[in-house]
Every structure is written in C-alpha cells, then in structure tokens.
C-alpha cells in the first residue's frame, strides 16, 4: 500500500486513518528521532528510503518501525519504502510541527542560560520567545537577544505571546508556583528540569528531564556489568546493548 | 513480611531475592525517584512511611510502587509502611550509589557548562573529575574549579580517574568520535547530549537527553489536546493527566 497524504486539516484523511491518530506514547517518543533521520537523509539527497535504512539511521529496529508508522497510515511502496519528503510532512503533521510553538523559559541560572542558547530548538519547530527570573538583578540581563523578565509578568507574557509550552529550569523549591502560575495562564505543556514530581490538573502535560537520574539508571547498568563480572562464568559482554531514548 | 536488609556484597541477599535483581527498564527508572522522596521524607524527619504515602511524593500511583519495590525484595511492614532508611539503603545498593561514580564530560559549549556547574550530579553519588574539549581556546579555562583538558587526553584521564560515565554535550558531528574514544577507553556508560544516535558494542550502555524531542512530544499532546477541543462536543479536558518521567 503507498503512502497516504495527510490533508491540512484534521479529519481529512483517508478512511482507514483516524482524523488524529491514537499513538502508544513510545511511538510519540520515537516519532522525533525518525523525523531527525529523515531530515538528514532528505539534506543528504535521498528521496526515498527502505524501512530497514530509516530504522538504522533512527537506531530503532525495522519491525518496530514500521508498526509505529502503520499508526499514521504509512507503510512505503513494497521495493522502494518510504517518500522521504512526504513521510517528513506526515510525523511533522502529527507532532503538530507545521506551526511554530512559542516557549517561555523560567529560571535563568546555569541551565537556563545553556538551555536559552540551545540552537536545537529553533531548527526543530520552538522559538524561545520570553525568559523569566524571579531575582531581580537578572532582570534586564540580555540572553541571546532576549531581555530577561521579572517572574511577576508570566501571566502577561504568556497571554501576551500565546505561550505554548513552559520551560521549568528553577531549584526545586520554587518550581510548583511556577506550574501554578504557567497553568493559571492557561498554558498546557511543561517541561521541567527541576527535580521535583509537579502537581497539575489532567488536561495539563508535563515532560520531565532530570540529568541525575539518567546518571542514576547509568549507575545501576554498571553496577549490573560489574556483578555479571564478578559471578563465576562472569558473563561480562553479555548484556544485551541498551541504547534507551529518553521518553521511551 | 518485613522488608529484607541487603548483605553488603552481592549474593548475601535472602533465599526468595536475587543476587542481582533483574528489573524491567522501567522499574529502575523509577527507582531514582523513590529515592529522592526517601531523602525528602528522611530530611523530614520521617522514620516510616507508608506505600501511598511514598507514591504520592514520588508521583505515581502506589500499586505501582509496590511492585516497583517487591522487585527489591521490599514489602514493608503491614499498618507500618516502610522503613525510610533500610529501603533508601536498599535502593542504593542496587542503583550502586554506594560508591561513588567519577564522570567526565566531553564539550564545554552552554550545555557542558551548565552541566558541569549542575548541583544535582554531586548531591547523588556522581563526582565530575575532568572536563574535555577539542578546542585548544577551552583548554586550560577553569570550571567550578577544574581546568578543561583538550580531547586528545580522553584516553589517558579515563585510565588515571577510573572514569565509571562519560557524558557527552558536543555538537551531533562530533559525537561518534568522542563515544568511540570513551568505548576504546573502557567507558561502559555514555550519557548522550548531541542530538545524534551512538553505534555502541553491546556491553555498552547508552542514555540519551534530547531537548528539543521532549518539546517535540509536548507539541504532540499540544496538536492532540487542539484536535479534541475542535472536534464537535469537544472533550478539551479528558486527556488523562500525563506525567511522563524521562526513560519511563
């Protein structure tokens, strides 16, 4: 079966594909990394790509490839696989990509700044439009052509710039009044880098990133190698490689 | 049954837990969780703590939790809860925080320095020991008290610092090249920042932080939160409240 072409409103689709598509969140989560390979690929010149060749450059396996884009009405041309440009217009459509979401960031210490800096945003759909501190001698400071705001103006700002999506980049202590203040401002996405669980009502989703506790699932893998060394026979290259995504 | 205390060397366990549990992926992700509500519940003054109370500090539902913790061998103490102490020394033997781990980080761009001044890492068993960079401009400038050493030392200091995780914040070009080096090395742990996918040996283990497809995932829920609202009796506030944990 050839590709579908998604339509530009929801609801058009063809009759096998729902008007917007119930996808396991493992599948959301590896939608971006095939949206990356394809990009890459299309820059390279290939106009088409076969499901084993996009499931190397994503670094997931075909099978399971193939399924997640079987959910968005995608199954390639049997001895040519996928259109690259058309599969990259479908996953950019389903991730809601074809507009631009503008985020806010919230807390401009260290990461803030790295994450204020981070040309990956930019290049993948976000614009950065307003950073926030609650500690007025950063207020005015200008990061990469944004003056940061007192915290106090949030509810302006996010009315003001149709906010999106908050960035959370605060100490831990001080990050439940942000979610509190971000959702009174009826913004419905968060990404929190403090390490504190959030609490917020059901229509509001929160991703998080917390860098120690990836450290920590690292530590527990060597520490699973190590006793797998130490047991008689130590099976020491037998764990099976992980490559976990975050998200996965 | 009350919760079984951990020998200090694997294998010492009780007759019904393994030497080394073998844990669903997960699982150990949420382990770092529960931690750092023991160490919250602890600083708190709590000596018990019952398996809702726990869930609810760790932000998941407490069925969950059980299972999460019966893996360990941990079932508490019927009318009691668990014993704050025992279960965060429980959890640390396994996620092998009872050592300390050294960590080098390779890039010294806006991330790498953010990372390299992130509290978070030190606070939980992880100790940042050498800062790398191919840019002879870095080399010699000093980050929260460590001299950046140029890339071509990577081999020498991963051998001299017992280096147990090396982190990677260089742009996506580079990065095969740092992994391989750490690989050569005898990294076994690579925490990845560049927005590219390793090809690692099996014996490898690789976590990935990928900023902009954590924004890509909320742009999903974002897209799938509009579609419901425009369709007719639109059901805006039914999405399931998602707080997805990063390698959840």
Redesign the interface.
Known sequence: MSQQRHGST?GSGSGNVP??PD?P?AT??R???Y???LHNLGEGGSDTISSEGLAA???VNSAKLRKDLSHLGSYGTRGVGYDVALLIEQIEY????DQR?A?CLVGVG??G???A??D??A????KIVALLDADEAKVGEVIHGLAVRHIDELAQVAVEESI??GVIATPAGAAQAVADELVAAGV????NFA?C??S?????????????????????????????T??PGGR?????????????
Chains 1, 2 share one sequence.
């Not at 290049?123 to 976000?126: T, W, Y």
């Not at 059901?202 to 893998?221: P, T, Y």
């Open positions: 929801p008007a917007f996808l969140e959301i989560a939608l971006p990394e949206l990356r390979a450059a994503a670094g389903v991730l809601g990509l979401r985020v260290n990461l700044h790295a994450l800096g981070y990956g945003f290049s993948r759909g976000f999106a999506i419905t996405s968060i990404l390490p669980v959030l917020v009502p059901a229509n509001v989703d929160v991703r998080k990133v917390d860098l120690a506790i990836e450290l920590q699932i690292l530590s527990f893998h060597e520490h699973r190698k190590a006793t797998l130490a047991l020491s290259a037998t764990g099976a490689g992980n490559q976990e995504a975050v998200g996965s």
